[in-house]
């Protein structure tokens, strides 16, 4: 009886959550929840499911990738999966408090994690590149994601199954493949198949949800798919036609839903392009409603989705290494409710307002501390390649960790009154970045001409010492994230954070 007491104020505290809002106009208001690499507990997933729910968003896309317990393809599932149990409870969960959960099935591009098994290898559209099935495979594939959506379906109440379809950069690749799309264009080669996961995913009385960008590069056999598909057009801050003619898609007739980004490319453990996302929300979520677009989904990238493979031998695959990983999404909940705050109204993000009005009221900072705030999350947002910088004029990997340097004692000044365990994601982020700045600056010495075997030994000490420091920084992040993620996680990531370091510090042991 209590639960459901509980249960029924969060349900109440939800309506007048939702009732204060005014000119929302998005029917579906997702947030996308990528677990290929940063799998959440289950009290965690719960947890945040209430928070985005309490917050008007009405709909959580879950890309479970090997998260997904499927009894009919056990192998498929990576140790991090839930139970059946766990997701049934949690679907249970999340519809009583009116939360819709899409699931999310790659099914085209990015299956490495199935295709590395060679129980499905006469799925491959390459034996090298793992990354997507062949098309023309059409049987084994149809035989495949009917029984995956079949299991999805069997938990899920989800009028709609999200099928993904983007990024499938090896189209045409193999010889079969590559002689249909001669003779009948990429276009046919691509919508033939994806047509074939439609319309499984509707005889199975759902509505299929993919990725835009693949259709908008080769629109013209667009109208063949079914008439109750959903296309995504994922905008991270570019023009509109960076896939190809926008204009097609939007006179197409499909019903449209648009996609900003939380963590994109090029962030990753050391580095946050705050202000790009900031600008993405204050851009894009005006220009989706302008354009008609029935929902708003804020996706969230923990990996760019390509993998380094590791080898036993030429034909004997160990395992797939994430490339970019990204800081986990418990240190994003500023840009959580700048989406939130966004599509609640129908005037663009102003940004700094924003951020002086979300510092004061969760952390108690005044106005000039807020502005000294976004100051240094903005602050050198340049990548870093074999030593150079990536910036508009010219700067020194020195020169840049000088700059993070000064952000870190920013950070390190400001006294948050409240929330203080949410504001050291920040300082935590920062000083990840700066560590690693510190470590390619010894790369950049050893890679130097001037580099001798009689400087060695002052270089290992300087390697020594970030290591060291290292450590404290790996139980911080532990620390902070020990009740959204599971231990062992963490700890595999903190050594794939530092195994860099770690290695050039075993190379120049002699």
């Known amino acids: 009886m209590r639960q459901k007491l509980l249960l029924l104020l969060v349900l109440m505290i939800n309506l007048v959550v939702w009732a204060a809002p005014a000119g929302v106009d998005f029917s579906v208001r997702a947030f996308h929840l990528d677990l290929r690499i940063q799998v959440m507990t289950m009290p965690a997933l ?115 199954i999200h099928i993904g ?45 993919l990725w835009a960008d693949i259709a908008l590069k080769y629109p013209e056999a667009l109208q063949s798919l079914p008439k109750g598909t959903i296309f995504v057009d994922w905008n991270y801050g570019w023009d509109l036609n960076r896939f190809g003619e926008h204009e097609k898609l939007l006179n197409s007739g499909y019903e449209i839903w648009g996609a900003p980004a939380l963590r994109s490319s090029p962030d990753n453990y050391y580095l946050t392009q705050w202000e790009k996302h900031f600008n993405n929300i204050r851009d894009f979520v005006p220009k989706a409603r302008e354009m008609g677009y029935k929902g708003i989904v804020m996706t969230s990238w923990s990996t760019s989705g390509v993998y380094s493979y590791l080898y036993e031998s030429e034909n004997s695959l160990i395992d797939l290494y994430a490339v970019r990983h990204v800081y986990p999404i418990t240190g994003f909940n500023i840009l959580l409710a700048a989406y939130i705050k966004s599509i609640h109204s129908n005037e663009p993000l102003h940004t700094e307002d924003f951020i002086v009005d979300y510092c004061s009221q969760h952390y108690g900072l005044s106005k000039p501390q807020a502005i000294s705030f976004w100051q240094a999350l903005r602050a050198a947002p340049y990548e870093v390649s074999e030593g150079v910088v990536k910036s508009p004029h010219p700067l020194s990997l020195k020169g840049l960790a000088d700059s993070v340097a000064k952000v870190a004692e920013v950070l390190r000044v400001l006294k948050p009154l409240k929330n203080k365990e949410e504001f050291e994601h920040y300082r935590l982020m920062t000083e990840l970045r700066l560590q690693y700045l510190r470590f390619l600056c010894i790369e950049q010495e050893v890679n130097a001409p001037s580099f001798t075997r009689s400087t060695l030994p002052s270089v290992r000490r300087k390697l020594r010492v970030l290591l060291d420091n290292d450590g404290l920084l790996s139980q911080r992040f532990i620390d902070l994230n020990k009740g959204s993620y599971h231990l062992l996680e963490l700890q595999e990531e903190n050594q794939l954070r530092r195994r860099k370091m770690q290695v050039l510090y075993d190379h120049l042991r002699y």
């Open 46 to 160: 719960k947890a945040f499911a209430q928070k985005i729910r309490g917050q008007g968003i009405n709909t959580l896309i879950m890309e479970y990738e090997a998260t997904y317990p499927y009894e009919h393809h056990p192998l498929i599932p990576g140790k991090y999966a839930y139970t059946r149990a766990e997701i049934v409870s949690f679907i249970a969960f999340c519809n009583k408090l009116g939360l819709d959960v899409i699931p999310l099935q790659q099914s085209f591009g990015h299956v490495e994690y199935i295709l590395r098994h060679y129980r499905y290898k006469g799925l491959r559209e390459d034996d090298e590149d793992l990354s997507q099935v062949c098309p023309l495979e059409a049987a084994s594939d149809s035989l495949l994601f009917t029984e995956l959506y079949t299991e999805l379906v069997s938990t899920h109440t989800s009028p709609y």
């Open 165 to 209: 379809g983007d990024e499938t950069h090896l189209l045409g690749h193999c010889a079969r493949c590559r002689l249909k799309a001669e003779k009948e264009g990429i276009s046919r080669l691509y919508i033939d198949y994806i047509n074939m996961l439609c319309r499984i995913v509707v005889r199975l009385g759902k509505r299929p949800v």
